[in-house]
């Protein structure tokens, strides 16, 4: 166990809809990191997040967005789902003690979008 | 940009058998770290092992050892006496300072299937 808590396991949606994802990060630690996986793309860096604010972005779409709150929980939001967002997502987080070098993972949410 | 090759996309060896699996990278930092996590059929993605760009004394953690090499840009993972267990899918990543940006570059993963 990590120590990373991601809600909900599995979710399923329809085409056009809008979920979020959560994600608790393990205690002391201020970075949250959001990463899909997909059978095409692999597993892509999404959005980085440092103590409330966003510290990079990566392969996001315009359609996705997150933010951290200030306990330090993370949410992303996906909205007008298509059938290709179908991914798992993975939230990380990292301990700035440690120079946010090693990334801890939660167990992930399936999304899948019908 | 980063990349991380895994050019190995399955393996299947049978229990107790030796197994490497490989992994290149490519960064034009200075300053960089190199990791593995697995991917068991449950899902989660864990933690293994991390180098540093500065370190490349390979390391030995009961069954598996590393072999990190600079000069040919690899960061090679041995699991010994492999066991069924072990079966999962392995990923190779590389981080990069970018001001406080650290996210990871991952290879497309490599799926080690041992046979008992």
């Known amino acids: 166990d990590s120590g990373v808590t991601q809600t909900p396991k599995h979710l399923i949606t329809a085409t056009g809809q809008r979920v979020t994802l959560r994600c608790s990060p393990r205690?002391?630690?201020?970075?949250v990191y959001w990463y899909q996986q997909s059978l095409d793309q692999g597993l892509q860096f999404l959005i980085q997040?440092?103590?409330?604010?966003?510290?990079a972005k990566g392969n996001i779409l315009e359609r996705f967005s997150a933010q951290q709150f200030p306990d330090l929980h993370s949410e992303l939001n996906l909205s007008s789902l298509e059938l290709g967002d179908s991914a798992l997502y993975f939230c990380?987080?990292?301990?700035?003690?440690?120079?946010?070098?090693?990334?801890?993972f939660g167990p992930g949410t399936r999304l899948t979008v019908l | 940009a980063q990349k991380v090759t895994q050019a190995q996309t399955e393996i299947s060896v049978v229990e107790k058998e030796d197994v490497t699996l490989d992994c290149v990278y490519e960064?034009?930092?200075?300053?960089?770290?190199l990791f593995w996590y697995k991917q068991p059929p449950s899902g989660e993605l864990v933690f293994l092992i991390r180098r540093n760009s500065f370190d490349e004394q390979n390391e030995i953690s009961g069954r598996y050892s590393w072999n990190f090499q600079k000069s040919t840009s690899s960061f090679n993972f041995t699991i010994t006496a492999s066991q069924v267990v072990d079966s999962a899918v392995y990923f190779c990543a590389l981080s990069a300072l970018r001001g406080s940006a650290r996210q990871l570059t991952f290879g497309s993963g490599t799926q080690l299937t041992v046979l008992p």
């Open positions: 960064t034009r930092d200075t300053t960089y770290y």
């Open positions: 990380a987080s990292s301990d700035p003690g440690g120079g946010l070098v090693t990334q801890y």
């Open positions: 997040y440092y103590n409330g604010e966003e510290r």
């Open positions: 205690s002391g630690d201020l970075s």
